[in-house]
């Protein structure tokens, strides 16, 4: 009965949560949209190399071990936008902490790169993420595929990333009631 109480107590507050973000959300649903149009437009084309991606596949083929400072600076200049589907970066300085602090929560990332298309002005890059971690004493392993879109300085560095993934299938699903809650509404889709 007593995990019952607290089960019912702790749904009751991840709605309250869940109307406190919704009612103080921003009410276009598309500002990630105009964000990235925007950075994308102010944002140079990139310029072609040879190999283009050594540095993103030395930080993203075993991310765990990648993501340290010295690996970070040499694959993103000092200016970016950097949107992961979870944060917007515009500063190495931010980016930084923020890999580093993501690494520390898996046990172990790595990214497979499929295939690389290129344009006149970006890099896309498929991929399949495989992660794993631990929440509340649970192993779990996702899996998901995502894309992309880079663009390059002169200096071959990273000036814009921009990737398109399903984070709820990668991450969100796999997390304690609030996957429950995701995993539900996608059945019902």
Partial sequence: ????????????????????????????????AETY?????????????DDPLINFKNLFADFKLGANEQTIRNTYADKIYFNDSFRIITSIEDLIPYMKESANMTKSTTVEILDVASSETDYYVRWVMEMQLEVKNKDIHSR?????????????????????????EGFYQHLPYIGYVIRKIKSKI
Avoid: E
Wanted: charged share 15%.
């Fill in 37 to 49: 149009f925007d950075h994308l437009s102010k944002t140079d084309n990139t310029v072609s190399f």
């Fill in 144 to 168: 998901s595929i995502g894309m992309s879109q880079l663009r390059l300085d002169k200096q071959g560095k990273i000036i814009f990333h921009q990737d398109f993934w399903d984070s709820t």
């Fill in 1 to 32: 009965m007593k995990y019952i109480i607290i089960f019912f107590l702790t749904l009751v507050l991840l709605i309250a949560v869940i109307g406190i973000i919704i009612s103080n959300a921003p009410k276009s649903n598309n500002k990630a």
